[in-house]
């Protein structure tokens, strides 16, 4: 763990930041009195940290860019046919579409729906950019992949209509929902 040690001028304010090999950071500010000097304080902190560091997660930052580059990606194939096992612009099946449109972002993942859900971390609240996961029951292993696009709607390859985009409450997909992980 380091320790960088920030006096911010003219705040009357320490700002100690502590961070892992994760990049996480701890934020401890002293020399603070009353619930509105804190909102002012973190106000001039944050700032400080985004002059630093040119984003206050800098982490968020890039898999924010690779998501919405993989979701460019897949879009820019819509129409293209369903072809089990494949993996590019001639046809894809649902994993294929997924490993090809992040590996264009420059993300690599594994190369089917299953081994895609034991990678990656499970999450409840989707962002644009999450594997959505989908099977026959839900006690099944997962039998379909599809990227979440944002106000519900999701791009898949589908073998009744290829590349496409629906909503993650279509009738047929939502009571297949096993759930969600982000990479």
Not at 117 to 139: I, Q, S
């Amino acid at each position: 763990m380091t320790k960088d040690k920030f006096s911010v001028c003219n705040t009357n304010v320490t700002l100690l930041l502590m961070s892992c090999h994760d990049s996480k950071y701890i934020i401890h500010l002293t020399n603070v009195v009353g619930e509105k000097e804190v909102f002012k304080k973190l106000i001039v902190v944050l700032s400080l940290l985004v002059a630093i560091f040119g984003s206050v997660s800098p982490i968020m930052g890039e898999a924010a860019t690779y998501h919405t580059k993989a979701i460019t990606n897949a879009k820019s194939n819509l129409g293209v046919k369903y072809l089990w096992g494949g993996t590019t612009p001639k046809g894809f099946d649902c994993s294929g579409l997924v490993r090809y449109s992040f590996g264009k972002a420059g993300k690599s993942l594994p190369r089917t729906s299953q081994e895609m859900y034991t990678k990656g971390v499970r999450v409840t609240k989707l962002a644009p950019g999450d594997l959505l996961f989908f099977g026959p029951t839900k006690a099944s292993k997962p039998t379909h992949v599809a990227i979440y696009m944002g106000n519900g709607q999701m791009i898949h390859s589908a073998s009744s209509k290829g590349v496409s985009i629906t909503t993650t409450s279509n009738s047929y997909w939502k009571p297949k929902y096993l759930g969600a992980k982000r990479f």
